[in-house]
């Protein structure tokens, strides 16, 4: 059974930093494309970030230059380092599994990944 656990989250002022970990159970990440996506309040889900087997990365444009995906292999988890954090970036962060095996294509829609975690609460405000 595939599980995926988030961590991390927290209330960071404008400007600030958090690290955000998945950590994958019954899937090996060296082999599936691993994303990171967010829900704001009333908002729809949105893609943020995603890393593949061979270490590709994709970014939304939202979040480029700021956000750094990554991955430690020996761990099996995935990492969001967020810098320079804005109150828009206030959501629900929630990583994902891409269903299928050793596909070098990054897909940003949510319907292409199969497993998913709890998700964790990104809040930033003075």
């Known amino acids: 059974q595939v599980q995926l656990v988030e961590s991390g989250g927290g209330l960071v002022q404008p400007g600030g930093s958090l690290r955000l970990s998945c950590a994958a159970s019954?899937?090996?990440?060296?082999?599936?494309?691993m994303g990171w996506f967010r829900q704001a309040p009333g908002k729809e889900r949105e893609f943020v970030a995603a890393?593949?087997?061979?270490?590709?990365?994709r970014y939304a444009d939202s979040v480029q230059g700021r956000f750094t995906i990554s991955r430690d292999i020996s761990k099996n988890t995935v990492y969001l380092q967020m810098n320079n954090l804005k109150p828009e970036d206030t959501a629900v962060y929630s990583c994902?599994?891409?269903?299928?095996?050793?596909?070098?294509?990054?897909?940003?829609?949510?319907?292409?990944?199969?497993?998913w975690g709890q998700g964790t609460q990104v809040t930033v405000s003075s």
């Open positions: 994902a599994s891409d269903r299928r095996r050793l596909s070098t294509v990054i897909i940003d829609r949510g319907p292409d990944y199969d497993y």
């Open positions: 019954g899937r090996t990440i060296s082999e599936y494309a």
């Open positions: 890393i593949n087997w061979r270490g590709g990365i």
